[in-house]
């Protein structure tokens, strides 16, 4: 160590420096300074062409990147079709609202009384809202379906983590009136009852997507082209009339509150289009508040409950008869004075009316006349006059959860049965079947199919009885809104009215209640020309009358005396004074 | 002669070049015109929308009803007290 040392500074010594040591000087190899060069080409050449490579054989991902920078996915909303009435007046249409929703991380440093406000905005208590943000999820919802002003309020406050994001709302201007019509949707916008549910793939929209290129200030500069093309829903217009509509639920209403009914439906069919003008149930519900909504609310008693009608079924089995020419209006039938005995069972009337015609046996609607006269027909002839109007038959009114009511199969009839088939006991349908069986009699015996939206072809009928016996029923039943009938207080000032009443036992526990009834009517107006068809049904009548001539007839009378004031039909009557007879005349069931 | 042909053939790229730019830039502008005029005319619609909302809400029988009755003090009419005049009739 010491020796090199004392070299090193000999060296130094010998004036030559140390960097200019010819003992350093190194000699290298050529080939190490082309092997460098070579290394750095080939590194170019990698650089080269990987840069060929991402930039022309395979470029997709590199252009997607670029593409992200400037283009952006456009969501194109479709809207909900509107329902409309058949005078085009809105009953259910869709307007752009806003949900609002919070990040609960971002949100956590908001100021007191940012969210105090921000409660008060979306109408909620400010317990309510911190709980909703305390929530252990990243992203809740605050409130579904806020209106645009609202909205506007909520950014205004410009709280961090607060997030809104556009939906629709629908809207139901006609509220509680057409509820049973128009039905709702759902906070999805999709179809929940009646016409919203039975149309909702023609009514919903099918939103699109497009890409569009824009620029800094975020506007658009160029429309590159459509990925999904958008889809309006298709506007729906319904036969139903919103004057009509009205009234038709107001005397249900009017009727549930003055016999203290547990229910009422009414429905009132054009006799000319099938169209449903009118279709009325009581208890209703506010489609634009469904906050409490309970079944009885829901329930569409028109089309979905069934009930044994009653003495309304009667002028089927004297149709048939008639039909067959097994007899005439005029022929006598001894329906005696005590009961009458058939398969075991005694058939009773509440008066004796000793002999009486056809006609009479409507008017006064005997049950034992019908029992005689439904002898005269076999089982399979009746139950295949049941089954052509509609009885028992699964019905296609393009209308959600109609029901199909009850018929036996003939074959399993026992002897009693033709009897009390004939009086509308152990046969079960829904009331608007039943007025869509009562066509035949108001049109020339032909029925035509029923419908819920607008009707623009004439509708073809099928021929069930002759128009003979059409016209000889309808002089009947409107005997039967007369001064000697079972419905005189369904006598409509100034017009020729006809129909009958029924009054039905509804079946509890199996078993035919002495103290539950369902009074029922359809009828038609004006004799002279039927146009309307109307069934009233009241539920349960708790009050001193419960009968279908006691509490159905006036209601009926008062909805068809409106509805024909509505729609200007001039009276076919002179008759302006109504008589009511003081004990009127009640039928047998 | 060649150099001349150059020349204008230059100046036609450049011309046309620059065209492209105006009529690119002159694009982007009438682009965004349209998406104005298409947002305008949602907007519209859902005016529209609402206004045929509240025509119904303000034609509503019930209301008609109310007021006729109450602040018209109005009654229904009654065929009793109706006159029909018929064409032709008596």
Redesign the interface.
Known sequence: MKAGANGSRVAAGKGVSFSKSPVLAVRLPDWRSRVVLFVLFAAFAALAGRALWVQVVDNQFLQKKGASRYMRTEELAA?RG?IFDRNG???A????VKSVSAFTEDIKDAPPEKLRELARLLEMPEADLRKKLNSNRSYVYLKRQVEMDVVAKIEKLDIDGIDTRKEYKR?Y???E?MAHMVGFTNVEDVGQEAMELAQQKALAGQPGSRRVIK?RLG?????VGMQREPHDGKDLHLSVD??LQ??AFNSVKDAVEKFHAKAGAAVVIDVHTGEVLALANWPTYDPNNRAHLTGEQLRNRVITDTFEPGSTLKPFTVALALDKGLIKPTTLFDTGTRPYMTGGHPIRDTHPHGVIDVSTIIQKSSNIGTTKISELLTAQEMWQMFTKVGFGQAPRYGFPGAAAGRVRPYKSWPIVAKANMSFGQGISMSLLQLAHAWLIFARDGDIIPLSFQKVTEKPVGQQIISPKTAAQMRTMVESVVGPGGTASQAQI???RAGGKTGTAQKVIDGRYSQTHYVGNFAGMVPMSNPRFLIAVMIDDASGPVHTGGGVAAPTFALLAA?AL?AANV??DSTV??IIIPEHPLEESN | MTGKLNVVLTALLVACALSVVNSRYQ??HL??DL?KLASQQRQL??DW??L??D???L????RIEQIARTELNMA?????R?Q?L?EGGQ
């Open positions: 809207t509107k007046m809105v009953l249409s869709s307007l752009p809207f201007p006609q509220g009136v620029d506007r658009i500069v160029e429309d919103s004057k009205y009234i000032p100034g017009y409106n004031r001039p009276p302006t004074d | 694009r982007n682009v965004n998406e619609d859902i929308t609402q045929q909302l025509q119904s809400t034609g509503k029988n019930e229904p009419l009654s065929p009793a109706t029909y018929t």
